[in-house]
C-alpha cells in the first residue's frame, strides 16, 4: 500500500505486528486503524518540513518511523539511524546521486563492498572473522544471554532441505516486500510446498526463541509459542524440529553437504556458503541484490519454483561476492563486531558489559545525563558515527 507515493503499507505492517502480540481480537483491530492513521499522518506533514533543519535522527526505522527515512531524503537532508547490520551511520542526502536507492530504510543498511575487487588480504580477514563468529555466536548482544545445547545425536543425512525459523513478532519487512507479509506465513507457506514435493526436511528453531522462557510480556515467548504451535501441526514423519538453541557451526557439520539451506535472510546464509552448502533466500535481504550469494526469488512464484528444483539443479554462491559481503558485516570497524561500535564507546564509559539487562542501562544512561560527564561521552560517540556518502 503506498500513499502520496511513500511505502506506507509495509511500515504500518511490521509496526502492527511488533505490537499487537498482547492484544485481543477487538484492540487488535483499534490498533491497526491507529497505526494506519499514524503513517497517514505523517505524510500528510511531510511538505511543511522546516527548511532551517538540518538533519534527524531516526530511532527503529524498520517501523513506521521508517516514513522519516522518505520524507527526509526526499529534502535533501542528513538522515541518522542505528540498526543491524551498520552500526550508527549517518547519510547526506543532498550529496547522494539522483539514481541513489538509499533514500529508504533497507536501502541504507543494505550491505555493499566500494572497491570492484576483494584481494587475498581482505578475504583472510572476512574469513577469520566469519569463522569466529560461527563458533561464538555469544558476541551478538541479543545472543548473549542464550544458553546453547549440547548436539543431541540424530542423523540428518536423509534430509533434502533445511528451513531456519525467523522471528515472528519483530522486524517483519525489515529488508522489504516479496509476497509475504510475514515470517510466520513464509514458513508454513514452505513448509507445505515441502510436503507437496515429498521432501524430507529440518526445521531450525532460531535461539533468541529460548532467551525469555518465563515471561509473557516478551517477544521471544510469543515467538516460541508459535514455533511449538506450527510444530503441533505439522506432525509428519517428513518434518524433524530442532527445538532446542543448537548452535550453527554443531548443526552443519552433521549435514549431508548435499542438504539444500533455506532462510528467509540473515546470517545464517553466511555461515552455510562458508560450509559449502547451495543456499535458497528471498532477494529483500541484508546485502544488496546485485551479490549473487544465493538462489533467490523476489515473489511467491520464484519461490514455488526453486522449491521444486532438485539439488543438481541450483547454483552455489559466488565466492568473491561471498567475501565482499562478508568484510562488509564483519570487517566494519562501526558495527557491533567492529572496534568503533557506538555503544562500545558508551558502555565503557558507563562501566557496562554490552550483554548488561536494559533495566540497568537505562539506569545509569539516567545518572549519565545528569553527570559532568556527559559532553566528553558524547564527543566520544562522534566518532563511531559512520559516514555513507
Known amino acids: 500500500l503506498r500513499y502520496n507515493n511513500f511505502s506506507l503499507g509495509r511500515y504500518v505492517l511490521s509496526t502492527f505486528i511488533r505490537k499487537s502480540y498482547n492484544h485481543n481480537y477487538f484492540s487488535k483491530k483499534y490498533l491497526f486503524f491507529k497505526i494506519l492513521f499514524q503513517g497517514v499522518n505523517i505524510i500528510n506533514t511531510y511538505k511543511v518540513v522546516?527548511?532551517?533543519?538540518?538533519?534527524?535522527?531516526?530511532?527503529?526505522?524498520?517501523?513506521?518511523?521508517?516514513?522519516?527515512?522518505?520524507?527526509?531524503?526526499?529534502?535533501?537532508?542528513?538522515?541518522?539511524?542505528?540498526?543491524?547490520?551498520?552500526?550508527?551511520?549517518?547519510?547526506?542526502?543532498?550529496?547522494?546521486?539522483?539514481?541513489?536507492?538509499?533514500?529508504?530504510?533497507?536501502?541504507?543498511?543494505?550491505?555493499?563492498?566500494?572497491?570492484?575487487?576483494?584481494?587475498?588480504?581482505e578475504k583472510k580477514l572476512a574469513n577469520n572473522k566469519i569463522c569466529y563468529s560461527l563458533k561464538n555466536p555469544k558476541i551478538i548482544p541479543w545472543l548473549g544471554k542464550t544458553k546453547f545445547f549440547q548436539f543431541r545425536?540424530?542423523?540428518?543425512?536423509?534430509?533434502?532441505?533445511?528451513?531456519?525459523?525467523?522471528?515472528?513478532?519483530?522486524?517483519?519487512?525489515?529488508?522489504?516486500?516479496?509476497?509475504?507479509?510475514?515470517?510466520?506465513?513464509?514458513l508454513i507457506f514452505t513448509i507445505e510446498e515441502l510436503l507437496?514435493?515429498?521432501?524430507?526436511?529440518?526445521?531450525?528453531?532460531?535461539?533468541?526463541?529460548?532467551?525469555?522462557?518465563?515471561?509473557?510480556?516478551?517477544?521471544?515467548?510469543?515467538?516460541?509459542?508459535?514455533?511449538?504451535?506450527?510444530?503441533?501441526?505439522?506432525?509428519?514423519?517428513?518434518?524433524?524440529?530442532?527445538?532446542?538453541?543448537?548452535?550453527?557451526?554443531?548443526?552443519?557439520?552433521?549435514?549431508?553437504k548435499k542438504t539444500i539451506l533455506i532462510s528467509h535472510h540473515g546470517t545464517a546464509i553466511f555461515e552455510g556458503i562458508l560450509n559449502n552448502f547451495k543456499v535458497i533466500s528471498s532477494r529483500a535481504t541484508l546485502w544488496n541484490k546485485n551479490f549473487?550469494?544465493?538462489?533467490?526469488?523476489?515473489?511467491?512464484?520464484?519461490?514455488k519454483k526453486l522449491l521444486r528444483l532438485e539439488w543438481k539443479n541450483l547454483f552455489y554462491?559466488?565466492?568473491?561476492?561471498?567475501?565482499?559481503?562478508c568484510h562488509s558485516l564483519y570487517c566494519n570497524k562501526y558495527n557491533i563486531y567492529g572496534n568503533s561500535f557506538w555503544q562500545k564507546s558508551l558502555f565503557k564509559s558507563l562501566n557496562l558489559k554490552l550483554h548488561e539487562t536494559e533495566n540497568n542501562v537505562s539506569l545509569k544512561i539516567n545518572k549519565l545525563i545528569k553527570s559532568q560527564n556527559l559532553d566528553s561521552i558524547v564527543n566520544k560517540i562522534t566518532y563511531t558515527i559512520e559516514d555513507l556518502n
Open 196 to 256: 507437496k514435493n515429498k521432501k524430507y526436511f529440518i526445521i531450525k528453531s532460531h535461539p533468541n526463541f529460548f532467551t525469555n522462557l518465563r515471561d509473557k510480556s516478551k517477544r521471544e515467548y510469543l515467538d516460541k509459542m508459535i514455533f511449538n504451535q506450527i510444530k503441533n501441526k505439522y506432525k509428519s514423519k517428513y518434518i524433524k524440529f530442532i527445538d532446542y538453541p543448537l548452535k550453527n557451526d554443531l548443526f552443519l557439520k552433521n549435514l549431508n
Open 50 to 121: 522546516d527548511k532551517n533543519i538540518v538533519g534527524i535522527y531516526i530511532d527503529h526505522a524498520q517501523f513506521i518511523n521508517g516514513l522519516y527515512v522518505e520524507i527526509f531524503s526526499k529534502f535533501k537532508k542528513n538522515v541518522s539511524i542505528y540498526n543491524y547490520p551498520k552500526g550508527l551511520t549517518l547519510i547526506d542526502f543532498s550529496k547522494t546521486k539522483k539514481k541513489d536507492q538509499k533514500g529508504s530504510f533497507e536501502g541504507i543498511l543494505q550491505l555493499d563492498f566500494k572497491n570492484k575487487k576483494i584481494n587475498k588480504k
Open 317 to 325: 554462491a559466488n565466492k568473491d561476492d561471498f567475501y565482499k559481503i
Open 153 to 186: 545425536k540424530h542423523n540428518f543425512k536423509s534430509y533434502s532441505h533445511v528451513i531456519y525459523a525467523h522471528s515472528f513478532t519483530d522486524d517483519q519487512l525489515m529488508w522489504g516486500y516479496d509476497d509475504f507479509i510475514d515470517m510466520q506465513e513464509w
Open 292 to 303: 549473487n550469494l544465493t538462489n533467490n526469488w523476489g515473489n511467491l512464484q520464484e519461490y
